[in-house]
């Protein structure tokens, strides 16, 4: 009887906005440490798209001043497909799903805040707890974006198995937590300092639906549109890929997808030169042992590219998240049509 009178004050729209909005009010009620930004806040609840973007790539994957021009820049784009940016981070102990400017400023300034940490998902609590400023991975994106009812994260390179992960275990859970996000995450494929074969073979375990956003079925490489490495599917549209996801979460799949772009075709010519570089940073970390570095893996095999490549491999990190911000507002536009 309550059931029956509490439906018909809704909408089914109306509906639908408070089943995502549930796991954020939960949190709410257990006083979990999370502000939204006010704009990120209406987005959500007025069922407008909204895009989330990591920030481990802001405090460790970028040096300042780039950092912050790219975070900026690509906040511009995905507001140009008419979707609203969330860059999510851990800030003085705080979780923030969408940045004020000064806040995003902060974050990348490393020369006057050089103890941001690398947030995966086992690091949030310690990190809250202790008042850090924090980057979130994509892993801990991920998990934000979920809470918040988030369904679109666009970044530049998930994490994957790395080169001799079968020995050392070093696989991020960047994989792993796309089997508890239903989210859709939208990435320049995987790069090149990985196992891409392996990351593909794992994904497939996990039951991960891996899509290349693209002309072919190849996946791409990150600086490279191109592995030579097979997605099982593909499509080139914004409103498939957004049909992919919706048809996923109406089947109740508690999971996220993949969506691969290519980097654009002319940073094609000059990928092949950086991959030179990525094979040589990945001779001196084997050299160097630097797998025993643990979290700081990834860090320092993206910071030797880009010295190998005197910045040329920064011009391609920051145009292929360019382009995967502006597919993922593109699917995220869509998505909000069909979850209505
Ligand atoms: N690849 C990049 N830039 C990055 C990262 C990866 O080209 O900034 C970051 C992302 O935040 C990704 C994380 O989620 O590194 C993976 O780290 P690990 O391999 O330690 O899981
Ligand atoms: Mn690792």
């Known amino acids: 009887m309550l059931r029956a009178s509490f439906r018909g004050t809704f909408t089914n729209q109306r509906l639908v906005s408070l089943r995502k909005a549930s796991s954020l009010s ?28 990591e920030s481990t790539i802001i405090t460790h994957g970028m040096p300042y001043p780039t950092s912050l021009e790219m975070a900026q820049s690509v906040e511009r784009i995905v507001r140009s497909t008419g979707s609203i940016p969330a860059t999510i981070a851990v800030i003085g102990g705080r979780i923030k799903i969408g940045l004020h400017p000064a806040e995003l400023e902060r974050l990348a300034d490393q020369r006057s805040n050089p103890t941001a940490v690398k947030l995966s998902r086992r690091d ?76 593909l073979e794992y994904l497939e375990t996990l039951g991960v639906p891996v899509v290349s956003y693209a002309e072919t079925h190849d996946f791409p490489a990150f600086y490279s549109g191109r592995s030579g490495l097979e997605s099982p599917w593909r499509v080139n549209d ?19 997808a993949i969506f691969a772009v290519p980097i654009p075709a002319e940073y094609e010519a000059v990928g092949l030169t950086i991959q030179e570089a990525v094979e040589q940073a990945v001779r001196e970390s084997e050299e160097q042992n630097i797998s025993n570095l643990g979290k700081a893996v990834t860090p320092w095999l993206l910071n030797r590219v880009g010295e190998l490549t005197q910045g040329k491999s920064l011009a391609s990190n920051i145009a292929l998240v360019e382009n995967t911000a502006l597919v993922g507002g593109q699917i995220a536009a869509e998505y909000a049509k069909l979850a209505g």
């Open 26 to 53: 939960a949190a709410r009620e257990r006083q979990a440490p999370i502000d939204v930004h006010p704009e990120v806040e209406d987005a959500l609840a007025t069922g407008k798209p909204v895009v989330a973007l």
């Open 124 to 199: 949030i609590a310690a990190a809250i707890a202790l008042k850090k400023d924090g980057g979130t991975t994509s892993c801990s994106t991920l998990i934000f974006a979920a809470l918040a009812g988030i369904k679109v994260f666009a970044t530049g390179g998930l994490g994957g198995v790395h080169r001799g992960g079968e020995n050392t275990m070093d696989v991020s859970a960047d994989l792993h937590e796309l089997t508890r996000c239903p989210v859709g995450l939208v990435s320049a494929g995987v790069k090149s300092v990985l196992d891409i074969r392996r990351t």
């Open 238 to 256: 914004p409103r498939t890929a957004a049909h992919i996801l919706h048809t996923h979460w109406q089947l109740g799949m508690s999971n996220g």
